[in-house]
């Protein structure tokens, strides 16, 4: 039987889907492999497995951790049929049709030797290489609605009224490309969602207590090497909730037997009273100005409290009386680093 016009069929299940992830359905004359492209690294997502049986459709999902990427559809044909696409890809941003101005199509010069077809493991990883080594941006042919060519029939409607057939021109058997592998892209951005940074806060802990004067050590904490927070850009999602560190200025005199902190000027005497808030978390509560911030501290502790800061002694933790409750980290302020906290100034 003379073989039909090659073609890749696209479309999303009905399906409700999860963040960074592309829903696809494929049926294809002849075959075709789902890549995921990120710079230099071309990920096979899914490969066509009906042995050119293209009357069926087949489906997969791909995940997709970020939008900086390319979905691409490789379909290969024979010299008696012409290398097609029809197409939907979706994501939770959004729907690309073939014949849509968001999908390129790429032609090469690199043949289809042997007949080879859904067999795994083909092409294999150099092939796809020289694939995209040899990629050529062609025009594209667009040959009407998906639903009305007679060829595939009623589950072509998969695709929906939107989708067109699409070939890349120069790829067509009176080329001398015929036998060959034909590319057709997608930008991830126009189907997936960017990535939702969390905005970042600085939080302290409790480095020591001192059960005899009342006082308490309150720092970012040391370990490993490293400073266990971040003043500049925030250790911490601000989505977290953890108490504030909250803090009432009272000039109190150091006791004896409590340290001035060491040279750099860390762990210095504050002379003020401290004690930790109910748990708050700033992104999702509205927390997100100093005066809010001051705010639950003044709700729970009364006049005169406010969020304690990083430069409340000297700098890098200081000493004070207080509780700071059973918590490992909590909220604090820096007035002076615009990206250090949930709360802007």
């Not at 600085?202 to 904490?221: I, Q």
């Not at 003020?272 to 639950?296: D, F, Q, Y």
């Not at 490992?328 to 302020?333: A, E, G, L, P, T």
Request: with cysteine; glycine share 8%; charged share 20%.
């Amino acid at each position: 039987m003379k073989k039909m016009l090659a073609l890749a069929i696209i479309s999303s299940s009905v399906i409700a889907l999860n963040a960074g992830v592309v829903s696809v359905s494929a049926t294809a004359d002849n075959d075709f492999i789902v890549v995921l492209t990120q710079g230099n690294s071309h990920q096979v997502k899914y490969r066509s497995n009906d042995r050119r049986d293209w009357k069926r459709v087949q489906r997969t999902k791909i995940e997709v951790k970020n939008n900086r990427c390319f979905i691409d559809i490789i379909a290969w044909n024979d010299y008696s049929s012409n290398e097609g696409l029809a197409a939907k890809i979706q994501g939770n941003a959004g729907v690309v049709y073939s014949g849509s101005p968001s999908m390129k199509s790429f032609s090469t010069k690199v043949a289809n030797a042997s007949n080879v077809w859904a067999v795994n493991g083909y092409p294999n990883s150099a092939l796809i290489n020289n694939i995209y080594n040899a990629l050529i941006p062609s025009p594209t042919a667009i040959l009407g609605s998906v639903i009305n060519h007679p060829v595939w029939g009623s589950y072509a409607s998969s695709v929906g009224s939107q989708a067109k057939w699409i070939w890349a021109k120069n790829s067509l058997p009176n080329k001398p490309l015929f036998k060959n592998f034909t590319l057709y892209r997608v930008p991830c951005k126009a189907v997936v969602k960017p990535n939702q940074e969390v905005k970042k806060g600085m939080t302290w802990r409790v480095v020591a207590k001192n059960a005899v004067t009342g006082t308490v050590d309150v720092d970012c904490g040391y370990s490993s090497g490293h400073n266990e927070c971040n003043p500049y850009k925030g250790d911490t999602p601000c989505t977290s909730k953890l108490p504030i560190l909250c803090t009432r200025v009272l000039h109190g005199h150091k006791p004896v037997h409590v340290s001035n902190g060491s040279s750099n000027g860390r762990h210095a005497w504050s002379g003020n009273l401290v004690h930790t808030s109910k748990r708050v978390a700033p992104a999702t509560m509205g927390i997100n100005t100093i005066v809010k911030a001051n705010k639950v501290c003044r709700d729970e502790f009364g006049k005169g409290w406010r969020v304690a800061e990083f430069h409340d002694a000297r700098q890098w933790g200081f000493k004070a009386y207080g509780n700071v409750g059973k918590t490992r980290r909590f909220w604090v302020d820096i007035k002076d680093q615009p990206n250090g906290t949930c709360w802007t100034h």
